[in-house]
C-alpha cells in the first residue's frame, strides 16, 4: 500500500513539469501566428543543442574508451598507432566547420522568428492600448469608425485570424505584458509606448500575466484573454462601447458616494480614474486582475474587505453596512 503511493507520488513529480507543455498559459502549446515563430524558434534551439550534446558526449565516451583499450593492450605505456597531434590537426577543422554551421543556423533562425513577431508592415486592423498599473490592467480599444476610445480592464477580447496591435505603457513602475499562448512578453515602461503585434489563430480563453515583478501583488497582476471570431468580437465591442444600465436603486446611490471617486461607470456621474472603469464590470471573467472568480459572492467580498483579498492594493476598505454591501453588490452584478 504504502509502495504504491510512494510510486504514483514519485511518477506525479516527474510528470509536473510537463503539465507546462500544454494549458491556457503555456507558450509550448501556440495558438497565434507570433508565439509559433517562438515556439519554432525554441524547437529548433531545441535539436541544434540536443543534437550537439550527444556528440560531444559520444566523443567523450569514444576518447575514454580509446584510453582503456591501449593502456590495457599495452601495459608498458608505449603508445599507439597515432600520435595526439595528428588526431587534434584532423579533427579540429571539423570541430569549427560544425561550430560554424550550428551557430549559422541558430542566428538565421533567430533572425527569422524576430521578423515574424511584428506582423503587419502598414496600418494594423485593430488597435489596442494597454497601461500596467499596480496591480491591474486598463484597457482601450481604438474605435476607427468614431476614432473613440472604448475603455475596459482586466480582460482583453481579440478577433481571431487579425493582428490586433497594442501600445503597451505604464502608469507606475514597470510591468510586462505576456499572453503565452499568442505571443511572447514585451515590458511596459512609464513614459514611453512598446507596440506588439497579437495574431491569434485558435478561438478560446487564455490567460495573459505581468511578467515584471512589480510589487507585492505582482502574482495577482494577471488578465484573461478571449479569442472570439470577428463578427463575435465586434458584438462585444459595440456592447462594451454602450453606456451603463440606468439605476436608481440604492446600490446606485451608495456607489455615487465613495466609489464614484475612483471608478467610471459610463453613463451615470461616477468618473473617477483611479481604478478600473465598472460600466460592464459583471460581463468580466474574474475581478481585481485574475484574483477571484466573478460571482456575486466574490463582489461583495472583494468591496467589504479588498486588503484581506489583495493585501497592499490601491483600493480602500471602505466602510459600507453588510446590507450597504450588499446593495452595492447587487448594484455591480447588474453592469453587465
Ligand atoms: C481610492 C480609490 C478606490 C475607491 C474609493 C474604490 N475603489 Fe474599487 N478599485 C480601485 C482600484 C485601484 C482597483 C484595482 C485593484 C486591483 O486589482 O489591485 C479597484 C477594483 C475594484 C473592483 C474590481 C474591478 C475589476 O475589474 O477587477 C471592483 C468591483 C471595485 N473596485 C468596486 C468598488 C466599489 C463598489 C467601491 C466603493 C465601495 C470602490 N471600488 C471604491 C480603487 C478604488
Ligand atoms: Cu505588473
Not at 451603463?244 to 446600490?251: E, I, K, P, V, Y
Amino acid at each position: 500500500m504504502v509502495g504504491a503511493a510512494v510510486t504514483r507520488a514519485r511518477v506525479l513529480i516527474i510528470c509536473a513539469p510537463l503539465a507546462g507543455c500544454t494549458g491556457v498559459q503555456s507558450p509550448l502549446a501556440p495558438a497565434g501566428d507570433q508565439a509559433s515563430a517562438l515556439s519554432s524558434l525554441f524547437a529548433l534551439m531545441l535539436w541544434v543543442c540536443g543534437i550537439v550534446y550527444v556528440i560531444v558526449l559520444a566523443g567523450i565516451a569514444w576518447a575514454l574508451w580509446r584510453t582503456w583499450r591501449r593502456s590495457s593492450a599495452a601495459p608498458s605505456g608505449s603508445g599507439g598507432d597515432e600520435s595526439p597531434d595528428r588526431v587534434l590537426t584532423r579533427t579540429l577543422p571539423v570541430a569549427a566547420g560544425a561550430i560554424v554551421a550550428g551557430l549559422t543556423v541558430l542566428i538565421v533562425g533567430s533572425f527569422w522568428a524576430d521578423r515574424a513577431l511584428f506582423a503587419t508592415r502598414g496600418a494594423p486592423a485593430l488597435m489596442v492600448r494597454v497601461t500596467g498599473h499596480q496591480w491591474w490592467w486598463r484597457i482601450q480599444y481604438h474605435d476607427p469608425a468614431t476614432g473613440a476610445w472604448i475603455e475596459t480592464a482586466n480582460e482583453l477580447h481579440l478577433p481571431m485570424g487579425t493582428t490586433t496591435r497594442v501600445s503597451l505603457g505604464s502608469a507606475d513602475v514597470i510591468h510586462s505584458f505576456w499572453v503565452p499562448n499568442v505571443a511572447g512578453k514585451l515590458d511596459m515602461i512609464p513614459g514611453r509606448r512598446n507596440l506588439i503585434d497579437l495574431t491569434p489563430r485558435r478561438e478560446g480563453w487564455f490567460r495573459g500575466q505581468c511578467t515584471e515583478f512589480c510589487g507585492t501583488q505582482h502574482a495577482h497582476m494577471a488578465f484573461d484573454v478571449k479569442v472570439e471570431s470577428p463578427a463575435a468580437f465586434q458584438t462585444w465591442l459595440a456592447m462594451q462601447a454602450a453606456p451603463a444600465r440606468r439605476s436608481a436603486d440604492r446600490g446606485a446611490r451608495l456607489f455615487a458616494g465613495p466609489c464614484a471617486a475612483c471608478h467610471v461607470v459610463r453613463g451615470t456621474g461616477a468618473g473617477g480614474r483611479a481604478g478600473p472603469d465598472l460600466t460592464h464590470v459583471a460581463a468580466r471573467q474574474s475581478i481585481a486582475a485574475g484574483t477571484l472568480a466573478m460571482t456575486r459572492g466574490n463582489l461583495q467580498g472583494w468591496i467589504i474587505q479588498p486588503q484581506a483579498l489583495k493585501p497592499g492594493t490601491s483600493m480602500p476598505a471602505v466602510p459600507l453596512t453588510p446590507a450597504d454591501a450588499n446593495a452595492v453588490a447587487d448594484y455591480l452584478a447588474s453592469l453587465r
